[in-house]
């Protein structure tokens, strides 16, 4: 004889508990992107853009590796939009399970990036011609890094982030770090720290979304 099931026992309370726990997890899930579609394509533009960057620019003007030289700034723009739309889709896509105040404030948010580049692009070009290629290259770069560092910084302060307060936190320190230190050096650090540091807080980041606990 099969056991009917609204005749079963109640669940006990730490049952209860975990399913409610369980449905929370997953909801959360449901309305935050993917860390590793956020962290990793910016990552990787970095680590690979910026290490292009180094070995066709290196300190003092060194060329560790011979290449056409509007190749690394290429591959790194190329990059750095693709990690723009990567991540700004998975945004897009959790946002929908998203109202109110908080749809409003992401909204914002992806403006001000694309905002923080279009001014980029337009301070540096002015600048582009009166300097040499290093001094040009560490201009762009230094001043992309700057928007990336402070708008992660910002973000932390909306959703209120202790991990995206100090990777924004990390990437500022690395960005005047490696602009002090100058062309080539520049590149290097933000290719291995900068980069490193994002793939590093993707993956810490995923692990705890996968748990539900971000």
């Known amino acids: 004889m099969h056991e009917d099931p609204d005749e079963r026992a109640p669940a006990s309370p730490e049952e209860t508990l975990r399913l409610i726990e369980a449905e929370r ?5 449901n ?3 993917d860390p590793r579609l ?9 680590l690979v853009g910026f290490g292009l960057l180094f070995l066709r620019l290196g300190p003092d003007g ?11 700034l290429a591959v790194l723009y190329v990059l750095l ?15 929908r399970h998203v109202r109110g105040v908080s749809s409003v404030q992401g909204l914002r948010y992806g403006v001000s990036w694309a905002a923080g580049f279009a001014s980029v692009v337009v301070i540096a070009s002015r600048f582009s011609d009166r300097l040499p290629d ?14 990336v560092g402070v708008l992660y910084i910002a973000g932390a302060a909306i959703w209120q982030s202790r991990d995206m ?50």
């Open 134 to 147: 290093p001094e040009v290259v560490l201009l762009w770069s230094g001043l992309s890094v700057a928007v």
């Open 25 to 29: 997890a997953a909801a959360q899930r």
């Open 81 to 95: 939009i693709a990690a723009f739309v990567v991540s700004g889709v998975s945004a897009a896509r959790a946002g």
């Open 62 to 72: 060194r060329v560790f590796v011979a290449m056409p030289g509007w190749l690394p």
């Open 31 to 33: 309305m935050q992107p």
């Open 165 to 214: 307060f100090a990777l924004g936190g990390w990437i500022t320190l690395v960005n005047i770090g490696g602009f002090l230190a100058g062309p080539g050096w520049h590149s290097l650090a933000t290719s291995l720290a900068g980069g490193g540091g994002m793939l590093v807080a993707g993956f810490v980041e995923w692990l705890r979304w996968r748990r539900g606990q971000c």
């Open 38 to 46: 956020t962290y990793v394509p910016w990552g990787v533009a970095w």
